[in-house]
């Protein structure tokens, strides 16, 4: 890679969820606290959890969470290829930011090659810009089915000549045969890659450990970095994917409930409340009714809403939120949720699945129609029933209109692009902004387009207020902050991060 001084190391995982994309967030805080100039990188994603860009593009929320943890602003190319599924075999393909089709399951190896000149054409920029990159994979190098072609992991630690670390998960058990199974069906180049490895998420006496630590050691030949424990406050930071979500936080007395979508998106908008003392909030999975007890049901975002509405039918929802409707119960449904909440969706061209016009829940007094473009900005707006200043992003398909819009969720103002903690708008800045959301009559019904609106303290304090809760005068942004240099402290202690950084080499092009 000419003109590339920076130096590399990668992340990979002996499965899914051996918590790759923390222990990347951690070494990024850890070596911005040494003083380095880093940036994380991750080839291929597969996520509905997405972030926008300052320019407008879209990215894995991991990925931002982690460009925050080396304190800099997110960037399409650290994470050049997102796949977002719509459904249990197709997915749409975002490059660097933009999404430009739509592809199969069993046609993606194929098309892999392809997109590796834009992971390596990212990979450059970002290398020609910094110090040090930290590379995630994705999923596991042992998935031999899925090497030919691959980009994620081994496929591009060769192709840009990235060292890498091979992280195992302890508490899923079976972590000795993890890496050594690993190291046994990897071919001869792609062992070479490999400097090392890391024992993840460890409970209890470390030293009990210290045989095993060392058979894998002798049985494979690579270098232990270390065995890092459990990280207890990794709940305060955004989960990557659904299947992290809890089953429940909090013991407030203000009870939300959020059902579980099959293609939901985006629910890290949820992170701040259930983080606030106050509040309760419950995520409720397929085959369980919603709470009675709930004071307010949040219908999340969705990556397809059509087929998310017939799985919140199918899972008798529908009614459920009818009765805690008549029960006095509110709703807020966010982008897709929002969709879900009016009288019909519309999908003249077939963008979220068969064309056709479904019937929504009814509870919102507008209508969506679907269209291929998509809407990707950063805003800053003012909710209406607060008259309270929040920021927040747009990322979704579609055009929401009707009576019920007459009464905005929120006035985006007129520098949409603002950046998310400017506040100095004059007040007028929004009274001719455009509206956003709906409300019903009884107000007891809203839907917004806004995500990461709940990240906003000032508003999350005032909209709880609203809604009969009383929140807490903290700080959401400084939470993740301090989080995440607890995180790097906590790698410090207990692994070899001078060795690990060390094992950082110059990117060589092997294409």
Not at 201 to 212: H, I, N, P
């Amino acid at each position: 890679m000419t003109g590339v001084t920076a130096r590399a190391i990668m992340v990979q995982g002996t499965g899914s969820n051996v918590g790759k994309s923390l222990l990347v967030a951690g070494l990024c805080r850890a070596a911005l606290r040494r003083g380095f100039n880093v940036a994380p990188f991750k080839p291929q994603n597969m996520s509905n959890n997405a972030a926008v860009t300052e320019d407008g593009g879209e990215i894995g929320r991991a990925q931002a969470l982690q460009a925050l943890a080396c304190g800099r602003a997110p960037s399409v190319h650290m994470n050049p290829v997102l796949l977002k599924p719509e459904s249990d075999t197709g997915s749409q393909v975002v490059i660097q930011g933009r999404a430009v089709s739509r592809i199969e399951a069993r046609d993606f190896s194929g098309a892999r090659g392809a997109l590796l000149a834009a992971v390596l054409e990212s990979f450059g920029i970002l290398a020609r810009s910094v110090g040090l990159i930290v590379v995630e994979g994705a999923g596991s190098p042992a998935e031999t089915n899925l090497r030919r072609g691959d980009i994620a992991n081994m496929g591009f630690a060769r192709a840009a000549g990235v060292p890498v670390v091979l992280a195992g998960d302890i508490d899923r058990g079976g972590v000795i045969a993890q890496i050594v199974g690993t190291h046994a069906v990897l071919d001869p180049g792609d062992r070479a890659m490999i400097a090392g490895f890391v024992v993840n998420k460890f409970r209890g006496d470390v030293a009990l450990f210290d045989d095993g630590y060392r058979d894998i050691a002798t049985r494979t030949g690579w270098r232990g970095f270390g065995v890092l424990p459990w990280f207890h406050a990794a709940h305060l930071l955004p989960a990557e994917d659904a299947v992290d979500l809890t089953r429940g936080s909090g013991c407030g007395g203000f009870h939300i409930a959020c059902p579980m979508l099959s293609r939901i998106a985006n629910f890290d908008d949820l992170d701040p409340l259930a983080a606030e003392p106050g509040v309760r909030l419950s995520m409720v999975p397929p085959g369980r009714p919603l709470p009675g007890d709930a004071d307010l049901v949040i219908l999340p975002g969705t990556k397809s809403t059509l087929g998310d509405l017939a799985f919140l039918r199918a899972q008798g929802w529908d009614i459920d939120l009818a009765a805690h409707l008549r029960r006095g119960g509110r709703v807020l449904g966010i982008c897709g949720g929002y969709q879900m909440l009016g009288r019909w969706i519309d999908d003249p061209m077939g963008v979220d699945g068969a064309a056709g016009r479904v019937a929504g829940l009814g509870l919102l007094d507008v209508a969506t129609v679907m269209a291929a473009d998509k809407t990707l900005r950063r805003v800053s707006a003012r909710h209406e029933a607060t008259d309270t200043v929040l920021s927040g992003y747009e990322i979704h398909m579609g055009r929401t209109e009707g009576p019920d819009t007459a009464r905005p969720f929120a006035r985006i103002g007129a520098a949409a692009q603002a950046a998310a903690a400017d506040r100095a708008f004059a007040d007028g800045a929004f009274a001719d902004g455009s509206p956003d959301g709906a409300q019903s009559r009884d107000g007891l019904v809203s839907g917004t387009y806004l995500h990461g609106l709940f990240a906003d303290d000032a508003f999350r304090l005032a909209w709880l207020a609203r809604q009969g809760a009383v929140g807490a005068a903290t700080s959401y942004g400084q939470t993740v902050e301090d989080t995440l240099d607890a995180l790097a402290a906590h790698m410090e202690r207990h692994l070899d991060l001078s060795a690990l950084f060390a094992a950082a080499a110059v990117p060589q092009l092997h294409p």
